[in-house]
């Protein structure tokens, strides 16, 4: 993270072999919950399902 305060994030990016964008929220969760906020996190997204009641029937 140190490089990104003064270097373009997307050249610290190209050489991490990573996005800029992938990068950049790595940086955000840095900026915001520090060493904390690299951890791992889920990447799954529980899609909403429409409640049974709603849900039409033939």
């Known amino acids: 993270m140190e490089r990104c305060r003064s270097r373009p994030i997307a050249h610290v990016a190209a050489e991490a072999g990573v996005s800029r964008a992938c990068l950049s929220t790595?940086?955000?969760?840095?900026?915001?919950?520090?060493?904390?906020?690299?951890?791992?996190?889920?990447?799954?997204?529980?899609?909403?399902?429409?409640?049974?009641e709603v849900v039409e029937t033939d």
């Open 26 to 52: 790595w940086k955000s969760r840095y900026d915001t919950y520090d060493e904390a906020g690299l951890q791992d996190h889920s990447s799954v997204h529980s899609p909403s399902q429409t409640p049974p």
